[in-house]
Structure formats: C-alpha cells, structure tokens
C-alpha cells in the first residue's frame, strides 16, 4: 500500500500539478479514471484465478509484474510521452494492484478465526490506509526534492517500485497454500476458467442478501466521493489560496488525505464496537446517515475548512460500510468462489467511482464550485440507504 499510495500520488502529481502539462477537469476525471478502471474492467475475470490458483504464488508473480509496469510508466512520464501511452501504462499497473488487493482480502478466512474478520479486517484497512497515506505524503517530499517538471516526476512515481518489490518478498515467506484456495484446482482450460470469473462472482454475490445490500451502501459511497473528489481537486487546483497552516494546491491535498486517513483509523477503532453493540446492518445505516449529512452540511459551503472536516467524516463513514462488508463476504461466500465476489465488490468500488466522476466533469465549472453536485452526492447517499434496505426486506422475506 505504500507502494500504491507513492505511484499514484507522484502520477497524480505529474498529471494534475506539473507546470509542464495542463489539466482541466475532463483531464482530471481521465486521470482519475486510469487510476481505477482496469480493475473494473479485468478484476472480475481475473478473480477466477484467486480461487483457483495458489493465492501465494498468484500475489508473488502479480507484484512482481506491478514492480516492471510501474518502472514503465515512470519512463514514459520523464521522456514526457502523451496521454494515450501513459495513461495505458498506468491502467496495467493499478489493475495489478486491485488484483492484489481482492487476493489479500479473500486470504484473511485462512489467517484470522471468523469471529474475529471484522477486527482484522479494520486492523488490516487501517494500516494499509496510512501506508498509502504515507507513500502519498513521500511522494509530495520527493516531488520537493526532485523537482514538479517531466523528470522529476518520474523519480518520484518510479520510487513506488520498491513497495512492490518488498511486498513480493513477504509474499513469498508464506508456505504454500497458507493462503488459500482450499484446493488448488489449476484447469486445463484457465483462459475459459477467467472468463467465467464474473458470472460465477455475481450469481454467488447474488445468492447472499446481505452482501447485495453491502453492496448497494458501497456503491452509492462510492459514487457520491468520486463527485466530490474532483470537485476537491479542483477547489485546491484553482480556488483556494493558503490561508495560515492550511495549504492550497498539491500541499492542500496532502492534508485532505492526512485527514481522511485519521477518518480511516478512527473508523477503524468504532465499527468493531458498533458491530457488537449494534449488528452491521445498523452501522451501516448510521454510516449512511452520517455520510449524507456531511456531504451536504460541510460540502455544499465549500469552504476550505468545511471541506476539510467532509475530508474527515466521508472516508469515516465509507470505511466502516467497508469493513462490514468485507466480512459479510468473508463469511457469507465459501471459499471456492470468495475470490470472485471480492474482485466483483472491486468492480463495483471502483466503476461506481469513474462514472461519478466522469459525470461530474461534464457539469463542474473549473473552480469546482457547484452547490448542486454536492446536493446530488448526499441524495445518492439516501438512495444507497433505500436500495441497502429494500435488499434486506428480500432476505428477511
């Protein structure tokens, strides 16, 4: 997750805050875009491979091939290469980590008792949250150090190779099969195997009540922050100035994201507690609640410091929808197919996000002031709460 978080914060910074390329918001939603749609495109049919391939070997060989993409695509961002080629290199290199990603998360059942996956679960998402944190805030110190143009924007997304060198290393260190499937059933045919992933992902997904309505609370999460992140990018990028510690431009995203990540640990710490007070099904209708509220008492002003405190609740509120989530499929979806309903709940995660996101280009102006969207956004909130709770009335029917 360091790694992550230095690639896609130095690519971000290249793209978005580099005085050698302009960006406008269709460019930023592009950009965002790169980061997020192969995933959504290739995850589910390469989930397949998660439940049918040693996960071990599976994580080794995928961070590996992350590690030479993402050397790659620094080349590419220093000979100053146009969008089409770099952003396709981009699009390889964060579909291999979503890949990597669903794998860890279908593994965790073979690490950690059941009783305990939304602990674990929380234990893991928060330290991977202020891993990527960090890689982002190192990204931001190297672009001081090695300077905003075509090259120095190339030292500091190559830089993220070596997360993906250490995390193959520690990847290799579990014995095999520690990690899952419970039979290693490599067939004969994997090309037809993977194409089956999402279809065999779904009707499995679909099967589960509570993971379907899971899944409705996190798309509309997701759709609601894909709008606000570009209209944030852009409040940074084009309206806001500094205004005493708190910073605009780039400096300015590095705080929302050291804020969202506090939202992520303090997520981290309440949801097993409301869990066990409460149940999922009621925390992730607080979270809900809470997430529409914030959206349009604390987006719509569009102050710095309101955005700031949305900076805070949002990913709290996601989070704990998340973490939920997670362990209603960890316990919900046996082992043979867990792999490809983790790689649909990333299709999901993140299409959600792109086509928010590429819709609000169409509408926001360049500054990003638009009262509107943020209007739009908390209703999607109540839309994912409606469509969480008709779901549930299907599975308690």
């Known amino acids: 997750m360091w790694g992550d978080g230095l690639f896609q914060a130095g690519l971000g910074g290249a793209v978005l805050f580099n005085p050698e390329r302009q960006a406008d918001p269709v460019a930023i939603a592009l950009g965002l875009t790169v980061l997020l749609l192969p995933y959504s495109v290739l995850g589910p049919f390469a989930g397949a491979l998660l439940d049918r391939w040693d996960r071990r070997r599976v994580l080794v060989v995928a961070n590996l091939l992350r590690g030479v993409l993402i050397v790659a695509t620094a080349v590419m961002v220093g000979t100053g290469v146009g969008a089409v080629p770099l952003y ?22 073979h690490l950690v008792r059941s009783e305990h996956l939304v602990e674990a679960n929380a234990v893991a998402t928060t330290i991977g949250a202020a891993m990527a944190a960090i890689g982002s805030g190192c990204a931001i110190g190297l672009r001081a150090v090695f300077g905003e143009g075509n090259t120095g924007s190339a030292w ?11 995390a193959a290393y520690l990847a290799a260190g579990f014995s095999r099969g ?12 994997p090309l037809v195997a993977v194409a089956r992933g999402l279809a065999d992902g779904g009707r499995a997904a679909w099967h589960a009540p509570t993971v379907t309505a899971g899944f409705c609370g996190l798309a509309a999460h997701r759709i609601a922050l894909g709008i606000s992140t570009l209209v944030v990018l852009l409040l940074f990028r084009n309206a806001f100035s500094d205004h005493g510690v708190l910073r605009a431009g780039l400096p300015g995203i590095g705080q929302v994201l050291a804020i969202g990540a506090v939202g992520l640990v303090l997520a981290a710490v309440l949801t097993p507690w409301l869990v066990a007070r409460w149940g999922r099904p009621a925390t992730v209708r607080l979270a809900l609640i809470v997430a529409a509220a914030a959206q349009v008492g604390l987006g719509v002003p569009m102050t710095m410091v309101t955005v700031l405190a949305a900076a805070f609740l949002l990913p709290l509120a996601g989070q704990a929808i998340k973490l939920c989530l997670d362990a209603e499929v960890q316990t919900r979806i046996g082992d043979q197919v867990r792999g490809r309903v983790f790689a649909l709940y990333d299709t999901v995660f993140n299409a959600s996000y792109v086509v928010a996101t590429v819709a609000a280009a169409m509408l926001v102006p360049a500054d990003g002031r638009s009262a509107p969207l943020m209007l739009v956004a908390g209703a999607v909130y109540l839309l994912g709460l409606l469509g969480y709770q008709v779901r549930l009335a299907t599975a308690a029917g």
Request: net charge neutral; hydrophobic share 45%.
């Open 88 to 109: 396709a290199g981009a699009l390889l290199a964060t579909g291999i980590s979503r890949f990597v990603n669903a794998g860890l998360s279908a593994a965790m059942p």
């Open 178 to 189: 520690r990690l899952g499937p419970n039979e290693v059933d490599e067939p004969a045919r």
């Open 156 to 166: 500091t997304t190559g830089a993220g190779v070596l997360g993906s060198l250490l």
